[in-house]
């Protein structure tokens, strides 16, 4: 499954879900934060809900489940929450940390130049570049990143749609931060 693909998967699993039940402590949970409260920094102990599910839907994400060797369905659903609000820092303008791929010919008139210099224009983004010669036409070059979701977005673009650049791609993450 290709990232986005995945996402829409999770959408849709995460809106089939009917959660019947979550622990609220009316001193920590301001009415917005209800459905997230167990993934609440200031509390790490693990809270128990029920959920349930069409018996299509759970069929769908046994299969998910295994095809992913996840040992439980626990597990599972924690990481498809956690993706979801990745998704979401990155629409929401947070810090996030992504890596971006980029495939080029370093033939191409000046290309190596232009991934330079917009790497420099972008210096405080970037936590590390890794080179690559792949053959003697390909570059291989792996790129850190680090900032506001808008801004990282923008360097990958700026330098995927160079001319000559054959492939590019920005993994997305997060700073990790919002998901203990
Ligand atoms: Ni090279």
Request: hydrophobic share 40%; with cysteine; charged share 25%.
């Amino acid at each position: 499954m290709n990232g986005e693909a995945e996402s829409d998967a999770i959408s849709l699993f995460l809106q089939g879900i009917r959660i019947n039940s979550i622990p609220v402590t009316p001193a920590t949970a301001a009415p917005k934060d209800r459905n997230v409260l167990f993934l609440h920094r200031s509390q790490p102990m693990l809270r128990r809900f029920s959920i349930s599910l069409e018996d299509t839907l759970l069929k769908t994400f046994d299969a998910y489940i295994a095809s992913h060797k996840y040992s439980n369905r626990s597990e599972a659903i924690r990481d498809l929450i956690r993706k979801s609000f990745v998704k979401k820092e990155w629409e929401a303008d947070k810090m996030v940390m992504g890596v971006i791929t980029l495939v080029y010919d370093h033939h191409q008139h000046q290309l190596q130049e232009k991934v330079t210099e917009v790497q420099h224009d972008y210096h405080h983004h970037i936590v590390s570049t890794t080179h690559v010669h792949m053959d003697h036409n390909n570059c291989l070059e792996v790129i850190i990143v680090r900032g506001k979701a808008i801004e990282v977005q923008e360097l990958a673009d700026r330098l995927i749609s160079l001319r000559g650049v054959r492939d590019g791609n920005l993994a997305m993450s997060s700073t990790g931060k919002s998901l203990h």
